[in-house]
C-alpha cells in the first residue's frame, strides 16, 4: 500500500515534469517573434541603405543575430531588457537644442520592449541564433589571449575615436560618449568573432553607420577586441 503510494506520487512528479518540459519544446520561437517583436525589428534583411530609412529604424537589426549575440545572455536580457544605446537606436532623433547647446534627451529614449517569460526567451534565442551570417570568419579571436591592457586604452581612448562614441568601464569608473551603444557588458553580450568583423567592417553591418571604418592592423584591431570582450 505504502510503496504503491510512493510509485503513484513518483509517476505523478515524471508527468508533470515531462508536462513543463513538453510545453517550452511547443513554444514556437519564429511565432513568438513575429507576434511580439517583428514590429520593431528587421529579422529578414537587408540593412537599410539610405539615411531616412537609418533614421526610420525603430530598432536594432537582428537578421544576424546568431553571429553577434551569445545565446546566454539572450536569454537572460530578453526577460528584462537594461538599456544598451543611451541616445537610443538613432541618437539624431533624440538629440535636444537648448541655449544653444545640443544634448540628448535620455530620459525619452525608450527600452527595448521585450518581456518575455523564461520559456519564450528560450525559444525566442534558439530561433534568433538561427540567424547568422554566412560569411563572417569564426574563430578569428581567443578571448582568452594575454594582452596589455594599457595598449588597449591608448588605442581606444587616444589614437583611435572609439571613445567618443561609446561608453566603456575604465578602472572601475565608466567613461566615453553616447551615440554609439555601450560597450560596458561587451564580454557578455557580443560574440568575440563578431565584435573583430564590427570593427573591421561597420559599414558591411549597416551601410549607412555612423561608425567610421578605421584602417587598422591585424594586432590593433585584436587587442581592441580582446579588451572590449576579455572576462573581466
Ligand atoms: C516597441 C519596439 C520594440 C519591440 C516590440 C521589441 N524591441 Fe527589441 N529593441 C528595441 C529597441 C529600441 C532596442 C534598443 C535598446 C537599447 O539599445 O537599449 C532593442 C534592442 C533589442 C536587442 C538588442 C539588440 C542589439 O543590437 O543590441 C535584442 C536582442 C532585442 N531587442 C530583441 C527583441 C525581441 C526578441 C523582442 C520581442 C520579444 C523585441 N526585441 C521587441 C525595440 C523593440
Ligand atoms: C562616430 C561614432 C563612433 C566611433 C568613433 C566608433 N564607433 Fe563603434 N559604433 C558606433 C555605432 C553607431 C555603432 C552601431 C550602432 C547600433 O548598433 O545601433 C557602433 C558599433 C560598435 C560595436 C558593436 C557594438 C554593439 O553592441 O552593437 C563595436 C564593438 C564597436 N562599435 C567598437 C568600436 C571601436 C573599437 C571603435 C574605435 C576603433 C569605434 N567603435 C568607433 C559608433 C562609433
Known sequence: MARSRI?????????????????AAALDGKAVFAEKCASCHNITGPASTTFHGVLQRKAPDLFY??????????????????????????FLNHLVTEDGKDRIDEGAVKPCAS?????????????LMTHRDAKMRAGVVDRDKKFSTSRALQLFTKQYPCVGCHRVRVRDKETGGVSGPAL??????????W??????????????????????????????????????
Open 195 to 232: 565584435v573583430y568583423a564590427r570593427i573591421e567592417n561597420p559599414q558591411y553591418w549597416d551601410p549607412k553607420t555612423w561608425m567610421p571604418k578605421i584602417d587598422l592592423s591585424h594586432e590593433k584591431r585584436e587587442i581592441l577586441t580582446l579588451f572590449l570582450v576579455s572576462r573581466k
Open 115 to 127: 518581456r518575455l517569460s523564461a520559456a519564450e526567451s528560450e525559444a525566442v534565442a534558439d530561433y
Open 184 to 193: 560596458t557588458d561587451a564580454s557578455e553580450r557580443l560574440n568575440p568573432d
Open 65 to 90: 543575430a546568431g553571429s553577434k549575440f551569445q545565446r546566454e545572455w539572450l536569454v537572460r536580457w530578453l526577460q528584462s531588457p537594461s538599456r544598451i544605446r543611451p541616445s537610443g537606436t538613432m
Open 7 to 23: 510509485l503513484n506520487a513518483a509517476a505523478g512528479g515524471l508527468f508533470l515534469a515531462t508536462a513543463v518540459v513538453g510545453e
